[in-house]
C-alpha cells in the first residue's frame, strides 16, 4: 500500500460518527472518494492489464477502510460512488484493462471460488468479501461486459457502467447498467434495449438502483418509486458542478423532496473538477450531506439516520398560482437571456416592490414571487418551458417547466445568467443578499412532477429555512431574528413533464449519438 492510499485513508479515519437511531429507522452511508490514478495511463496510453489491477486494489484499499468503520458505527448499507475504481476512459480500448464480467443476482463472489477468479474477477470478489466481513449491504459502481453486441461492429461485447449490491452474506442481490448516459459515456458504454428496473428488499425498507444521469429520467427513476414503491434510491454519480439549478448536492436534496423518498449519493472527489455534492436526504430535505471544491479538500463518509418508510405528504404544485396569477401585477422591464442552453424569460426583483410575475411568451407557464430582501447583488425572477436539450443523454432531449429566482443582471444578462459559461466561481457560489422573505410558486402543467431546490450562500443546504406548502409554495421559513437567516443564492422549482420527454431510442451502438 504507498502513502498515498496511507494519506486518504489517515484523512478518513477521523469521520466516523456515533449515531443513535429510532426504531423505524436505519443507519444508511455514503463516501465521496478521490480516486486513486497512480499510473500515468489515462492521457492517450493504454493501462495493461497489472497497471489497470493495480489501481483497483489502491481504491479498494481505501473503501475496505471506510467500510469497516461504517460497520463500526452501525450502518446497514454503504454506498459507493460511480466509476469508483478508475475505469475511465475516452475509448474502449483504455476501459478493456478494467472490465470485469457482470454477475448476476444469487452470485456469491467470495464463496464460489470454482466460477471467479482472483486475476479476472478481482473487484468482484473483494466487495463481496468485504461486505460479508462488514456484515454490511454495499453498492459499488464499476465497468463490466457481457457477451451479445456484435452487431454494433466494435467486439462481441457489451461494456456496461454497472452498479451492484452486495448483501451482508457477500451475495449480489442486484445488477443495474446505467441507462442514460451522461456526456462522452456514449463513446464507451452500451445500453439495455430499454431502462431496467432494478430493486431489492431488505429488512429496512426497499431499495432502488439508478446511476447518476439516470436522476432526470423517468425510467428508471420515477418509475421505481410510482409503480415500485421504493423506500430509498441508491444514486452513485460523478456529476460536477452544473449552474445554476444542477448543482449536483442540491439537486439531489431537490430530487428526494419532489419524489418524497430517501435518497443516498455518493459522488466521486476532484476539487480540481469542481466535482464534489453526496449525502444522505430525506423527503424533508438533507440529513447530512458534503460539498467541498477547495483545494486539498479530502473525501468524506457520511452516516445518518433514515426512516425505514419514509412519510410522504400532498403537494398541488399549480393550485397557489393557478388561483392568485391574476392578483400578481405584470412586471416591467421583462427581459429575454439563455441559462444552460435554455432561453428564459425573465423580470429583475427591486428593492422598493415585493411582488413579480413573469410568464412564457404564450401564457402557458406563469412563476410568481413574494419577496423583501436588502439587496447586495441583483436578482431577477425566470421562467422557461420547452424541450432542454443540453442534457439529452440517449433520447436526446426532454421536457422542462421551470420557475427560479437566480442571480442575474439584466444589464449584463450574458455575463450573470448564463451560468454554465461562466468560470467566476466565487459569483456562482457566493450571494450577501438575505431574503427577510422570498416564495415562489408557478402554474405548472398537470402531470408536470416538481423537484424544489433552495441553494444559501456558499451553496449550503439549510432544509430547517424552508418551507413548502401543500397549495404549490416554495419560500423561506420566517426568522425572529434577522442573522438567523443566511443569505439566498437560489430558489427554484424543477418541473419535468416526462410525458413530454423524446422517445427511447430505437437501436443504440456506442458513438453513434453526439451528445
Known sequence: MDLLVLKIIGLITCTTPVLSIGRDQFLAAAYEHQLILNHNCYGGRICTSEEAREIMEDNFNVYRSVALQASLAGAKILLLPEDGLGAFSVNREGLEPFLEVSPQVGDNPCFDKEKWSPSTDFAKISFSCLAMETSMYISIDFATYLPGCQECGDGENCFYNT???????????????????????????????????EYFDTEFGRFGLLICEDLLWDSPTLELVRDFNVDTLLVPLYWYDLFPHQVSHSTEEAWARGLQTNLLAANIHAPAGQT????????????????????????RLMIAALDIHPAKYGVSWNQHAVENAANYPDSGEEFQETVYADLYNFVPLKQEENQAKV??????????????????????????????????SVRGSFHMEMCTIIKCDPKHSYKTCNQDLSYDYRYLSKSDTVFHHVNISASFSEGTIVYPEVIFDDLELLPQHVFISDDGVLGLRSSEEEEDTPPLLSISLFGRNYALDADLPEAFCPGSLNI
Do not use: M, R
Not at 276 to 294: L, Q, R, T
Open 359 to 392: 410568464c412564457t411568451e404564450d401564457g402557458s407557464l406563469c412563476c410568481l414571487a413574494d419577496y423583501a430582501a436588502d439587496f447586495k447583488d441583483i436578482f431577477s425572477l425566470g421562467v422557461f418551458k420547452g424541450s432542454h436539450y443540453k442534457d439529452g
Open 276 to 299: 464534489s455534492g453526496s449525502g444522505i436526504f430525506s423527503p424533508s430535505g438533507a440529513v447530512e450531506y458534503y460539498h467541498n471544491v477547495s483545494y486539498g479538500s479530502p473525501g
Open 163 to 197: 452498479q451492484i449490491v452486495f448483501d451482508n452474506f457477500g451475495t449480489v442481490v442486484a445488477v443495474y447498467h446505467k441507462y442514460n448516459l451522461w456526456t462522452g459515456e456514449d463513446l464507451v458504454f452500451n445500453i439495455e434495449k430499454a431502462p431496467a428496473i
